[in-house]
């Protein structure tokens, strides 16, 4: 499915309406990367940094733990990092993924819910 810059935005900017806990927001999606923070983050990884793990990292983590997923556990559905300073929600989407940084305040399967669910919406 494409997916123009204007729709990846928008889901963008609907991720960071789910909480205050929301700190991060990448969509990666057939070579295209979008991403933004919220102003004034304390301890915020920096934005090359962010880049890589989002056409290196994050990519491959999902597709390990897809792979191993689709043996005999019945799939994966999402990947979630505790960092030191924060979580990072990851999960699949169309040919790439949703990648949401979330304070260590915040709920990260709650947040990580109301992505997958407006994900869904975008993805139909």
């Known amino acids: 499915m494409y997916l123009a810059l204007e729709i990846m935005e928008s889901l963008l900017e609907k991720i960071f309406l789910i909480s205050a806990d929301v700190r991060y ?22 934005s090359e940094s962010d880049k890589y793990e989002e056409l290196i990292v994050n990519p491959t983590l999902l597709k390990l ?6 043996i005999d556990c ?11 300073s924060f ?9 790439g993924h949703v990648s949401v940084g979330i304070q260590l305040t915040g709920d990260p399967v709650a947040v990580g819910s109301s992505v ?8 139909s």
């Open 74 to 84: 019945g799939g994966a559905q999402f990947v979630i990092i505790r960092y030191g």
């Open 25 to 46: 927001v990448a969509i990666y999606v057939r070579g295209k990367l979008i991403s933004s923070e919220r102003p004034d983050l304390r301890n915020a990884s920096s």
């Open 65 to 70: 733990v897809t792979q191993r997923g689709n």
């Open 116 to 123: 997958q669910a407006l994900a869904k919406e975008y993805s």
């Open 87 to 95: 979580y990072e929600f990851v999960m699949p989407f169309l040919d």
